[in-house]
């Protein structure tokens, strides 16, 4: 299916989509019978997706092949999650993701001034109670993040979630009007953040990195699946570095296994403060 549609927002539940979907004016896509419920205009695109990571990671996948494998889409997971304190309705953004199962830790990266404040997700395959740790609780940041950044460049991914129960007030007293009323008040920050993505990814310079990717894939010999990371490193890199050299030939790679090894190392050098 060919489509433009460059900006994909994933929601668990539809009462964290609504808002978005009525003031993006978007329509239910109805011209399959798809696995999850996609609404969509020519440019942006809200999943929701049903709960838990594994529900969130199949949706992507399935999105992102529906939609063709869009060069560098935005990729945002919005939803509600709990912590010990936050106030309702108060939003975060991810800056570290644990896996609480396999203490898995993704960190999506922040080369940007944010209006959020950043906090640690802990996702669980169930509902948290308790909030024993000084993390915000949620079921699908990690399914999310782990298969998003298969598609895109991780400055391009981000989670973000509205505090929906604390220790004073939780989860069995959470209704779908309290959930839209919170999302709602956030909307303004939702689409600055996603002007400011937007922003970054004009950065980037298609062109120049086909022709990169073009002459790596030729002398390396890449497989499908070396070329499709190549890519979203050289977009990556592009994001980060401008326009830095790719001085790939200092670092004598034999293989496309070590080419990239060396430009992921050469991009994790890089550090960001908010």
């Given at each position: 299916m060919k489509n433009s549609a460059s900006i994909f927002i994933f929601c668990a539940l539809s009462c964290e989509a609504k808002p978005l979907i009525?003031?993006?004016?978007?329509?239910?896509?109805?011209?399959?019978?798809?696995?999850?419920?996609?609404y969509s205009d020519p440019a942006r695109v809200i999943v929701i997706t049903g709960m838990g990571k594994v529900a969130m990671a199949g949706a992507i996948g399935y999105t992102m092949a529906l939609f063709a494998n869009p060069t560098m889409p935005i990729i945002v997971n919005l939803g509600?999650?709990?912590?010990?304190?936050?106030?309702?309705?108060?939003?975060?953004?991810?800056?570290?993701?644990?896996?609480?199962?396999?203490?898995?830790?993704?960190?999506?990266?922040?080369?940007?001034?944010?209006?959020y404040p950043t906090a640690t997700i802990a996702t669980h395959s169930h509902p948290q109670v308790q909030y024993l740790e000084d993390y915000v609780y949620d079921m699908e940041a990690t399914g999310f993040y782990e298969i998003a950044v298969k598609f895109s460049s991780c400055e391009l991914i981000q989670v973000v979630k509205v505090?929906?129960?604390?220790?004073?007030?939780?989860?069995?007293?959470?209704?779908?009007?309290?959930?839209?009323?919170?999302?709602?008040?956030q909307l303004a920050n939702i689409q600055k953040l996603i002007e400011q993505l937007t922003h970054l990814r004009s950065l980037s310079l298609p062109g120049d990195i086909e022709r990169i990717?073009?002459?790596?894939?030729?002398?390396?010999?890449?497989?499908?699946?070396?070329?499709i990371k190549l890519k979203a490193l050289l977009h990556r890199w592009r994001l980060l570095k401008g326009d830095a050299e790719l001085n790939w030939v200092d670092a004598r790679p034999k293989n496309a296994k070590e080419l990239l090894s060396w430009i992921e190392a050469e991009l994790d050098r890089m550090d960001f403060y908010l």
């Open positions: 009525k003031a993006w004016q978007l329509k239910k896509r109805s011209d399959a019978n798809h696995p999850f419920t996609i509600i999650a709990g912590h010990r304190h936050f106030a309702l309705g108060s939003p975060i953004l991810a800056g570290k993701i644990i896996d609480s199962e396999t203490n898995r830790g993704f960190y999506p990266q922040l080369p940007f001034a944010t209006q505090i929906s129960d604390n220790a004073q007030s939780p989860i069995s007293v959470i209704t779908e009007t309290a959930v839209e009323s919170w999302v709602n008040s990717q073009q002459q790596l894939s030729e002398q390396f010999h890449l497989t499908v699946s070396h070329s």
